[in-house]
């Protein structure tokens, strides 16, 4: 079921997230990540996006043709080349910034069906998991700009924050 976008501002957004229980049903809130992820034009969406606090993550980026569910993950190494590109997110909308991330990761983590993953990942894909990894533990990408640099988001972010944009996909 689709679900409402939480946007900058809330406090979910900021705290970090609980950890499921092995073998815990989870299919309900899979669906739900999915269904909204699809809906607003995204290619990872983090539970906490929802307004629920736990270890859950999606990722969907089908030019790369990769498609994940990430359950109790740990980023257990991140290296390689730091890259600046620009990010953006369903919860921050409108508005991107240059973030720095290493090009290269190794995660563990049970996919949707409780099996234990020990992988790596590089370039896009690493730097989308790394993004909504981030989520689960309260940080956003604005957390990783150099607002010297990038100045010109404050503005946009008291409009989120007041609710003050127009947004295609349903928030709260």
Not at 12 to 26: G, H
Not at 77 to 90: M, P
Not at 148 to 153: H, N, P, S
Request: net charge negative.
């Amino acid at each position: 079921m689709i679900q409402p976008i939480v946007l900058y501002g809330d406090n979910i957004l900021r705290y970090s997230t609980d950890s499921y229980k092995q073998n815990e049903d989870v299919s309900d809130i899979i669906k739900d990540l999915w269904d909204t992820m699809y809906n607003a034009g995204g290619w990872g969406l983090a539970a906490p996006q929802i307004d629920i606090s736990k270890k859950i993550f999606v990722v969907d980026i089908p030019d790369e043709n990769f498609k994940q569910v990430f359950i109790n993950p740990i980023i257990k190494h991140q290296y390689g080349s730091i890259e600046r590109i620009e990010e953006g997110c369903l919860s921050i909308p409108g508005i991107t910034g240059f973030i720095s991330r290493e090009r290269k990761i190794e995660i563990h983590f049970y996919d949707e069906n409780w099996k234990f993953q020990n992988m790596k990942f590089q370039n896009l894909k690493a730097r989308v998991i790394q993004h909504e990894y981030d989520h689960l533990n309260g940080t956003l990408w604005i957390d990783r700009v150099d607002l010297k640099d990038d100045i010109r988001i404050l503005p946009h972010l008291l409009n989120i924050t007041k609710r003050n944009i127009e947004v295609f996909y349903p928030i709260k």
